[in-house]
T-cell receptor, first 112, second 116 residues
């Protein structure tokens, strides 16, 4: 299976609810990043968490990283219709090609 | 200026055409990337230039030819493409050019390519 696997593949919630997306990976990393992509547009960087960090906040975003379980989660609190987008995790490989590898993504729909 | 600009936004070409995609950034970033993205899939890395030299080529077919004329510009030359090459082509840049190439990426809005 792939380096970055995300679940769920799709998530639909009501406006105001919290949304949680998960990312798992297989090899050693130096950081993990989350990106948002609105339909047919470019990706926008949301947050970067380094391998020696456990939790990071940015506005309504909270990211956790558990390197022992090789997993991360992205929590969006008090969701808004404008949060509707695809969310990708990207893991920074420190072995081999030493590049970012994107997960399969979670399609988030916020219903008004 | 924190923008990565890609042109054209849309491109339709026949299988015998030669066309180019262009990307420009003025953030002083030292690494520039080409990604290919199919619908409902993650971006797939194609090429990385760091310090204007080709650093990563992900075994991309030779009908795709990258070029980095200077530190601000990145081109992707297209020739004899196949219909399955139709996709969104994304350019990105990152501040550092050294390994590992795992820094924050700044993406352009992409060029939507259709090959007939």
């Amino acid at each position: 299976s792939q380096q970055g696997e995300e679940d769920p593949q799709a998530l639909s919630i009501q406006e105001g609810e919290n949304a949680t997306m998960n990312c798992s990976y297989k090899t050693s990393i130096n950081n993990l990043q989350w990106y948002r992509q609105n339909s047919g547009r470019g990706l926008v960087h949301l947050i970067l968490i380094r391998s020696n960090e456990r939790e990071k906040h940015s506005g309504r975003l909270r990211v956790t990283l558990d390197t022992s379980k090789k997993s991360s989660s992205l929590l969006i609190t008090a969701s808004r219709a404008a949060d509707t987008a695809s969310y990708f995790c990207a893991t920074g490989l420190i072995q081999g090609a030493q590049k970012l590898v994107f997960g399969q993504g979670t399609r988030l729909t916020i219903n008004p | 200026d924190t923008e990565v600009t890609q042109t054209p936004k849309h491109l339709v070409m026949g299988m015998t055409n030669k066309k180019s995609l262009k990307c420009e950034q003025h953030m002083g970033h030292r690494a520039m990337y080409w990604y290919k993205q199919k619908a409902k899939k993650p971006p797939e890395l194609m090429f990385v230039y760091s310090y204007e030299k080709l650093s990563i080529n992900e075994s991309v077919p030779s009908r795709f030819s990258p070029e980095c004329p200077n530190s601000s510009l990145l081109n992707l030359h297209l020739h004899a493409l196949q219909p399955e090459d139709s996709a969104l082509y994304l350019c990105a840049s990152s501040q550092g050019g050294g390994r590992p190439l795992t820094g924050e990426l700044f993406f352009g809005e992409g060029s939507r390519l259709t090959v007939l």
